[in-house]
């Protein structure tokens, strides 16, 4: 592995940290600053495109301020580096409290891809996209 890919990749953990830990101060130093041509950009599952650092950072502090707990266990994680921009797709599998008084947690499974760019500042998240993965009827079948 590239020296590059590993800091990518330490950087990656870094962002599911931040979340994990409510960390809003990591989050915000994680995250690339805007500049002409280059703005920040974050979907959420579910959510519309979230344009600019300063609303994708609000996003991450409303998601933190109203997640009790959440944990992150990352896997198929791919990182792919070209020049001063990389890449990170991978399979977020989330353990977060429910909202549901018969049951203490909920599960599910999303999948991401976050891009990084190379700044004066190091290495910082430019993008980060996550859809969720459906689990329906079929996936049980076949695990029978």
């Not at 800091?7 to 960390?23: P, R, T, V, W």
């Not at 915000?28 to 500049?35: G, H, L, Y």
Request: glycine share 6%.
């Amino acid at each position: 592995m590239s020296t590059a890919s590993a800091e990518i990749e330490k950087l990656n953990e870094a962002f599911y940290s931040s979340i994990e830990s409510g960390d809003l101060d990591k989050m915000t130093d994680i995250w690339a600053e805007d500049q002409a041509g280059r703005v920040a950009m974050c979907v959420h599952p579910g959510w519309p495109m979230l344009t600019g650092r300063a609303e994708v950072l609000r996003s991450w502090a409303l998601i933190m301020a109203n997640t009790p707990y959440i944990q992150f266990v990352l896997t198929d994680v791919r990182t792919t580096v070209l020049g001063d921009v990389a890449v990170v797709t991978c399979a977020e599998n989330i353990l977060t409290a429910a909202d549901s008084e018969d049951a203490t947690f909920a599960a599910g499974r999303v999948v991401a891809t976050n891009t990084f760019v190379r700044t004066p500042a190091g290495w910082k998240l430019w993008f980060h996209h996550g859809s969720p993965v459906l689990q329906g009827d079929d996936e049980e079948e076949a695990e029978e």
